[in-house]
C-alpha cells in the first residue's frame, strides 16, 4: 500500500482581480501515500526540489477562457515549473531515483499524471536549479524566441524590455554571441548596472526614470532598432514602435506591464507595422520543446566555457513561494526567482 507521507500544499484561495497578494494564496497539509496509486496508469510520484515562479502564472490566478493554458483552479495546489526526484513511477520511461524537471505542483511531493510534460535531467554537471531557469523554460523561451522567432543577423540591434529577469538576461546574451549591438531597460540602477556589468549588454536604462520612453530610445538607438524581445507591452511597446527600423521583428514573448490591470492599456502606435513592414509574432514555448536538444546542446557548452552568465534570486522553503511569486511584479528579484523545497 505504501507508507503515508505529510504533503505540503500552496493552492490558491480564490481568483485574483487586480494586483495579486500573499493572502490569495493558502498553505494547505495533506497526507498522501508514498506511492503511485495502483489506478494512476503511467503516473509518476516526484519529490520537488526547486520551484519555478514565472510572471505568466498571474494571467493563471484569474479566470480565463480566451488563454493558452488553463487557469488555476482554487483550493488546489498551484503548478508550475519545478525540478524534482522520482520516488515512485508507473511509467515506463520514469524509474525511482531519476532527477526531472517539467509541469509540478507547489507542494513538497506531486502526482503526475501526464509525464509528457516531463523532461529527463541527464547532465547534471551543472547546477540543477538550472533546469527552472537557463536550462528549462526560460532558457528555452530565450533561446528559441531570439533564434528562431526573430532571425538576427551580425550588426543588428536589439533591444530587451525586462533584460534583468529569467529571459531577458539571456537574450541579450545570445544577441552579443550572435554579433549584434543590444541594449535593455529594467527597473533599478542595481540592475541596470548587472545587464552592462555582468550580463555584457552594450549599455542600458532604468525605465522608471525615464519620463519619455520615445525620447530614450531615440538615444539609445539614433538608427532605429532591428530586433524588440518584447516582455513588457503597453507604453514600452508604443514607444518602441515609433522607433523600430523598416522590416525589423518583434518576439512577443510577454507583457508583464498589463497582468496585474483589470482593464489593459491600449496600444496607439499599431500602424507602424504596416508602414514600416515591422513582423511582430507572439509564440509560446511549448510549440518549440520537439526541438529541446538542440537547444542544450547549444548552450550547455557556452555555459561550461563561461560565455554565458546567470544570476538566480533564490529563497527557502515552500513557505516562501507565495512571497516569492508576488515579488516577480514589484521588481523584488534581481534575476532568475527559484524557491528551494528540499536541496538534493
Not at 285 to 290: E, L, R, S
Amino acid at each position: 500500500m505504501g507508507e503515508e507521507v505529510s504533503n505540503k500544499q500552496i493552492v490558491l484561495k480564490n481568483y485574483v482581480i487586480d494586483f495579486p497578494k500573499e493572502s490569495d494564496m493558502l498553505l494547505k497539509k495533506t497526507i498522501i501515500k508514498h506511492k503511485v496509486p495502483e489506478d494512476s496508469l503511467n503516473s509518476i510520484l516526484v519529490k520537488n526540489l526547486y520551484l519555478s515562479c514565472d510572471p505568466y502564472m498571474r494571467n493563471r490566478m484569474s479566470k480565463r477562457e480566451d488563454s493558452y493554458i488553463d487557469s488555476f483552479t482554487p483550493d488546489y495546489p498551484i503548478t508550475g515549473y519545478g525540478v524534482a526526484t522520482v520516488v515512485d513511477s508507473a511509467h515506463p520511461n520514469f524509474k525511482k531515483g531519476d532527477l526531472v524537471w517539467g509541469i509540478t505542483g507547489r507542494e513538497k511531493y506531486s502526482l503526475i499524471k501526464s509525464p509528457e510534460t516531463i523532461f529527463k535531467i541527464q547532465n547534471m554537471d551543472v547546477p540543477l536549479s538550472y533546469y527552472t531557469g537557463i536550462l528549462g523554460m526560460p532558457g528555452a523561451t530565450a533561446y528559441f524566441g531570439f533564434y528562431e522567432v526573430c532571425s538576427p543577423k551580425k550588426g543588428e540591434t536589439v533591444f530587451v524590455s525586462a533584460a534583468s529577469g529569467a529571459v531577458g538576461q539571456l537574450v541579450g546574451q545570445f544577441a552579443k554571441l550572435s554579433g549584434c549591438y543590444v541594449v535593455g531597460s529594467a527597473g533599478s540602477k542595481e540592475k541596470v548596472d548587472l545587464l552592462k556589468n555582468k550580463f555584457g549588454f552594450d549599455d542600458a536604462f532604468n525605465y522608471k526614470e525615464e519620463p519619455d520612453l520615445n525620447v530614450t530610445l531615440k538615444r539609445y538607438f539614433r538608427d532605429g532598432i532591428d530586433i524588440y524581445f518584447e516582455n513588457v507591452g503597453g507604453k514600452m511597446l508604443d514607444a518602441v514602435l515609433l522607433n523600430m527600423k523598416l522590416r525589423g521583428r518583434i518576439a512577443a514573448c510577454g507583457m508583464i506591464s498589463q497582468y496585474n490591470l483589470e482593464q489593459p492599456e491600449g496600444v496607439h502606435n499599431l500602424f507602424c507595422l504596416t508602414t514600416k513592414r515591422i513582423r511582430m509574432e507572439g509564440f509560446i514555448v511549448f510549440d518549440y520543446y520537439h526541438n529541446y536538444s538542440k537547444f542544450l546542446e547549444t548552450v550547455l557548452p557556452k555555459i561550461k566555457e563561461g560565455k554565458i552568465t546567470y544570476i538566480e534570486y533564490i529563497t527557502e522553503g515552500l513557505e516562501s513561494a507565495p512571497a516569492a511569486l508576488i515579488g516577480l511584479f514589484s521588481g523584488c528579484n534581481v534575476g532568475k526567482q527559484v524557491v528551494v523545497v528540499a536541496h538534493e
